[in-house]
């Protein structure tokens, strides 16, 4: 008997404690992508600070009264989605999706409301009408610039000496960039490369042998890119979506064929020269002259990059711009924010 009633307080207890959690404001806002996508793969968003998403009302607020309160948000708090486009001087730009209140799982929410309390709003994503894929095949070298999100490209061609030291401090300030392998460098560093993987960076093709592919045939250049996929894939497990040419030399046939072989291929927005050895100071004042959003910012595992990166993640945090791998930058999917 005694042991039947301490399991009721304890579930009694634990029964306090979700009710307690579900009235926090962290719960009451989230987002969810248009397309519907189920499990996992939806990703809410919860937004801690939701009080700019959230609705008053009266105590007394009837059925009709909350949905026009919550009409009346929906239309302040709408943004439009933007289509992706071809700009003269940076070429393809990726589109990003939209936001609007989810006017009909609001209401189905303000059916448990209680008097006292902000209304809960639900958000949804809106996809733009025109995406890269619409675009055809063209180089990237930005993300959109309403995305409040920044990516370090890490090509890697030569040398091993300064990855751990990169990887050290991309794990200390909590930071996914992408990786591009060269196919000879993987060939022969493959457990350095499994290590870079491991920690959750993105692992992308930087051709085979570092050759100017601008300059290169047909077949020679589908096998420089071909040969490198194939090693990802092989020893990283990797289904890659994109090409960084190397020296950033390529002309519209390497573009095409990136294309057919279902990559994209991206360039830089800033380059931070790390070759040529400048101090550390050097790249961190071009990166805090030169930071957009949307800026792709290019590095190799030098010295001077190494040195200039835990100052350079900070500039770019100070800017309220989210670090991103390549892949995250150039989806259409909006950057978690507190939604106002």
């Not at 519907?36 to 609705?55: D, K, T």
């Not at 960076?201 to 051709?207: D, I, K, L, R, Y």
């Not at 990802?232 to 020296?247: D, I, M, Q, T």
Request: charge should be positive; include cysteine; glycine fraction near 6%.
């Amino acid at each position: 008997m005694r042991n039947k009633k301490r399991l009721a307080s304890v579930i009694a207890g634990m029964g306090a404690l979700v009710f307690a959690l579900c009235q926090q404001p962290f719960m009451h806002v989230y987002f969810e992508n248009v397309k519907g996508r189920q499990g996992p793969e939806a990703m809410p968003v919860f937004n801690q600070q939701g009080s700019a998403a959230q609705v008053s009302l009266k105590d007394k607020a009837t059925a009709q009264e909350r949905m026009d309160a919550i009409r009346r948000e929906a239309a302040r708090l709408h943004i439009p989605p933007i289509d992706a486009k071809l700009d003269r001087v940076w070429k393809a730009i990726p589109g990003y999706n939209g936001r609007e209140v989810d006017v009909d799982r609001s209401f189905q929410l303000s059916k448990d409301w209680i008097p006292g309390q902000k209304l809960p709003l639900v958000f949804r994503e809106i996809p733009p009408k025109i995406t890269l894929d619409d675009l055809g095949a063209h180089p990237i070298y930005k993300g959109n610039p309403n995305k409040p999100m920044v990516s370090l490209m890490i090509n890697v061609a030569w040398g091993n000496e300064f990855i751990p030291g990169m990887l050290e401090t991309l794990e200390r300030e909590n930071v996914k960039a992408t990786f591009f392998l060269d196919g000879k460098w993987l060939s022969k560093n493959v457990e350095m490369a499994k290590v870079i993987a491991s920690k959750g960076h993105e692992m992308s093709n930087h051709a085979y042998s570092h050759k100017n592919m601008s300059g290169l045939g047909r077949a020679e250049a589908i096998q420089e890119i071909v040969k490198t996929e194939n090693l990802l894939k092989e020893h990283l497990g990797v289904e890659n979506k994109l090409f960084a040419p190397p020296s950033g030399d390529f002309n519209q046939q390497t573009v095409k064929i990136a294309a057919e072989l279902n990559l994209r291929t991206v360039l830089w927005t800033i380059d931070t020269v790390d070759w040529k050895k400048p101090s550390p100071q050097t790249i961190i004042t071009k990166i805090a002259n030169r930071l957009e959003p949307g800026a792709m910012i290019l590095m190799h595992p030098t010295e001077s990059a190494s040195l200039s990166l835990p100052e350079m993640i900070r500039e770019i945090k100070s800017r309220d711009l989210v670090l991103g791998t390549v892949s995250e930058l150039l989806s259409t999917d909006r950057v978690p924010e507190n939604e106002s």
